[in-house]
C-alpha cells in the first residue's frame, strides 16, 4: 500500500512559481508511475501529466505543456510538480496519484493522496 502526501500549495500571484512536492511511503515508490491530477470548484477531476519509474519521460496535458514540469527523486520518494507562469484558471486542489498505468488513456491512478490547495490570484 502506497501513502501519498502532497505539500507546497498556497497562494500565488498570477505570473509566478510553485513547486508542489508529494512525499510516498509505503513502499516501492520506484515501482510506481507517478500522476498529478487537479480538481477545481465545480469542475470534475483534471488529468495534468505523469512521469515514468526512472524520471526519465513525462506526458502531460496538452493544454499544461511547457508550462507546467513533472520530476521525480527516487532516491527521496518524492515527486515533483513545478508549475510556472500560473494563472488563475490553474486554481484548484492538486493531487498526486501513483499507479502501474502509464499511457494517456489511463494514467497512473491506483493511489491517491489528499490534495494540497493551490489559488492563483489575478
Known amino acids: 500500500q502506497v501513502q501519498l502526501v502532497e505539500s507546497g500549495g498556497g497562494l500565488v500571484q498570477a505570473g509566478g512559481s510553485l513547486r508542489l512536492s508529494c512525499a510516498a511511503s509505503?513502499?516501492?515508490?520506484?515501482?510506481?508511475?507517478m500522476g498529478w491530477f487537479r480538481q477545481a470548484p465545480r469542475k470534475e477531476r483534471q488529468f495534468v501529466g505523469a512521469?515514468?519509474?526512472?524520471?526519465?519521460?513525462?506526458y502531460y496535458d496538452g493544454s499544461l505543456r511547457g508550462r507546467f514540469t513533472i520530476s521525480r527523486d527516487n532516491g527521496k520518494n518524492v515527486v515533483y510538480l513545478r508549475m510556472n507562469n500560473v494563472k488563475p484558471e490553474d486554481t484548484a486542489v492538486y493531487y498526486c496519484?501513483?499507479?502501474?498505468?502509464?499511457?494517456?488513456?489511463?494514467?497512473?491512478?491506483?493511489?491517491w493522496g489528499q490534495g494540497t490547495q493551490v489559488n492563483v490570484s489575478s
Open positions: 512521469i515514468s519509474r526512472d524520471g526519465g519521460d513525462a
Open positions: 496519484a501513483a499507479g502501474r498505468r502509464y499511457n494517456t488513456a489511463a494514467p497512473p491512478a491506483d493511489y
Open positions: 509505503g513502499g516501492g515508490f520506484d515501482t510506481n508511475y
